[in-house]
């Protein structure tokens, strides 16, 4: 399949400087409040933006407020299970037969379970763990690597947690399934490495790291709490957005902190 290539601006080395004008953007995971903030700030920077969830009424609903925020946005919004490798993949050829090209996907789909100890792990947790944070990964990064690699700007964007980094006793199966995702968001960084060859890859996988997220209806429900180290999902969508200011061979493979380092 042809891609119609857009002019972007160089940096001083010369590489392709990414930027969002014109952009064609998935974002997995696109109804929750990171989602609709990723939605609002990737639209409002000039991106095409395609967004999936399994809820279709909360999707439609982030679409919606894209539109309002941004009169003339590019956004649309498609019910995908990401635990289907062949749906995913579906996906992913639909948009770019659509639309020519794609320049990322930013992986939203989030999920947690956690217990008051080590031994009382409830490994139910880790069986939905998996599909949520890793399997949805992997299927992903499978249907996206070929039309990432063809783009002249292209990003696959991890959001990650700080306790992957550093797990704690009630947070096994949570962490654990974390650093598993950033291990293969790693990976795929490496493939982009190989495929940039002697240039440096043009492609870029990286991992944004969080400690939590917060937004206003959550502040809101606790006025008097601090959310002491949490990333308000607008400064996360800034931060997104931002990756495509950087060249690739910069951020690729590389874990980007938005949290302090535990």
Known sequence: MTTTPTSTAKDGTGEVAGGL??????VAGAAGPAGRAALLRLAGAGATVVGADADPERLAEAVEAAHAKHDGARVT?????LLDLDATKAWAAGIEEEHGRI???VHLVGGWRGGRSFTGTDLADWDLLEKLLIRTVQHT???????LLRSDRGRFLLISA??????????????ASKAAAEAWTLALADSFRKAGGEEGPRTAAAILVIKALVHDAMRAERPDAKFAGFTDVTDLADAIAGVWDRPARE???TRLWLTPKP
């Open 251 to 253: 951020v690729n493979g």
């Open 21 to 26: 004008d014109g952009a064609v953007i998935a």
């Open 162 to 175: 700080a306790g992957a980094t550093k797990p704690t006793a009630g947070n096994a199966a949570y962490a």
């Open 141 to 147: 990064s499978l249907a996206f690597h070929d039309a």
């Open 77 to 81: 919004g498609s019910t995908v299970d």
């Open 103 to 105: 320049d990322g996907l």
